[in-house]
């Protein structure tokens, strides 16, 4: 702003010649001082056409009319960024990403997943209006890696709202499971968030995990019901055969009982079942966020 106004100043100089004229007379009492006053604004003078051709032969009078003539520009652009995600620092002629918004929206999500969602549209991270599950489902997914807590985005996926249930199967749908195996399709799925302790819910995300895996691998299962089924029973197995609290655990023979006639009345293949089983007691389904609890 300081080299702003000081080639404001130079160019009022250059267009107006009038303004380098020398001081009117001093009083009659000043004489005394009037001749090195004289010399000063001679010098004041010949500094201001020194610099002014100066300016002239460097092309820098011209590129600050260019300047002045983008302004108009430049101030209309600024106007235009949506003031949601910016800030103006004091001082400052350019506008910031604010990166404290998304923060503040984020630690409502996490006291309160409703709240933060209301947070970011406020803010305009969300602009559908009415909110879009897909837009919804979108940010949260691009941003899951961001700090959103994982047990708060299991239970907002797995709520019985209308509204929620649509951001799941949106979200759901927004990974890909094209050929790979249930059991790692399924870890992969249960990384990015924890599933929730009601039942209903897991059902619900199960049901539609079991959808989005159908839909990658048509040849797998007869329809998506049997890989509902599957998916729940895994997680059953996984909790059976790992928690502490549970001293009995299921045999092999009576996960395989347990998953007769799923596959559209038909039996899937024991082999598939059985290294299902030693799969999941070899190696637990382990949340992320489960070592730190």
């Given at each position: 702003?300081?080299?702003?106004?000081?080639?404001?100043?130079?160019?009022?100089?250059?267009?107006?010649?009038?303004?380098?004229?020398?001081?009117?007379?001093?009083?009659?009492?000043?004489?005394?001082?009037?001749?090195?006053?004289?010399?000063?604004?001679?010098?004041?003078?010949?500094?201001?056409?020194?610099?002014?051709?100066?300016?002239?032969?460097?092309?820098?009078?011209?590129?600050?009319?260019?300047?002045?003539?983008?302004?108009?520009?430049?101030?209309?652009?600024?106007?235009?960024?949506?003031?949601?995600?910016?800030?103006?620092?004091?001082?400052?002629?350019?506008?910031?990403?604010?990166?404290?918004?998304?923060?503040?929206?984020?630690?409502?999500?996490?006291?309160?997943?409703?709240?933060?969602?209301?947070?970011?549209?406020?803010?305009?991270?969300?602009?559908?209006?009415?909110?879009?599950?897909?837009?919804?489902?979108?940010?949260?997914?691009?941003?899951?890696?961001?700090?959103?807590?994982?047990?708060?985005?299991?239970?907002?996926?797995?709520?019985?709202?209308?509204?929620?249930?649509?951001?799941?199967?949106?979200?759901?749908?927004?990974?890909?499971?094209?050929?790979?195996?249930?059991?790692?399709?399924?870890?992969?799925?249960?990384?990015?968030?924890?599933?929730?302790?009601?039942?209903?819910?897991?059902?619900?995300?199960?049901?539609?995990?079991?959808?989005?895996?159908?839909?990658?691998?048509?040849?797998?299962?007869?329809?998506?019901?049997?890989?509902?089924?599957?998916?729940?029973?895994?997680?059953?197995?996984?909790?059976?055969?790992?928690?502490?609290?549970?001293?009995?655990?299921?045999?092999?023979?009576?996960?395989?009982?347990?998953?007769?006639?799923?596959n559209n009345e038909e039996d899937l293949p024991r082999e598939m079942l059985e290294d299902i089983y030693d799969e999941i007691a070899a190696n637990e389904i382990i949340l992320v966020d489960d070592h730190r609890c």
């Amino acid at each position: 702003e300081d080299l702003a106004d000081m080639l404001e100043s130079i160019f009022a100089l250059t267009n107006n010649p009038g303004a380098r004229s020398p001081p009117p007379a001093l009083h009659p009492a000043q004489d005394n001082d009037s001749a090195p006053r004289r010399r000063e604004a001679s010098i004041c003078g010949s500094n201001v056409n020194s610099a002014n051709s100066l300016f002239e032969s460097t092309g820098t009078v011209s590129r600050y009319r260019r300047w002045q003539s983008r302004k108009p520009q430049q101030q209309l652009l600024l106007q235009q960024q949506p003031r949601s995600h910016y800030s103006i620092d004091e001082g400052s002629r350019y506008r910031r990403p604010n990166t404290n918004l998304f923060s503040f929206g984020l630690r409502m999500f996490n006291l309160k997943p409703r709240v933060g969602i209301e947070q970011w549209q406020s803010d305009g991270f969300l602009k559908s209006s009415p909110l879009s599950p897909l837009e919804v489902a979108y940010f949260l997914f691009v941003n899951v890696s961001s700090g959103i807590d994982k047990k708060q985005l299991g239970e907002y996926l797995g709520s019985d709202e209308p509204f929620n249930v649509e951001v799941l199967h949106r979200f759901v749908q927004l990974m890909d499971f094209t050929a790979i195996e249930f059991v790692a399709a399924l870890r992969k799925f249960l990384q990015v968030f924890r599933l929730p302790g009601e039942a209903q819910k897991i059902d619900r995300i199960m049901m539609a995990f079991a959808r989005r895996y159908s839909d990658n691998n048509p040849k797998m299962f007869a329809s998506s019901d049997t890989a509902h089924v599957l998916a729940y029973s895994v997680i059953m197995l996984n909790t059976d055969l790992h928690s502490a609290q549970i001293k009995r655990r299921m045999t092999k023979q009576e996960f395989i009982d347990n998953n007769q006639g799923i596959n559209n009345e038909e039996d899937l293949p024991r082999e598939m079942l059985e290294d299902i089983y030693d799969e999941i007691a070899a190696n637990e389904i382990i949340l992320v966020d489960d070592h730190r609890c």
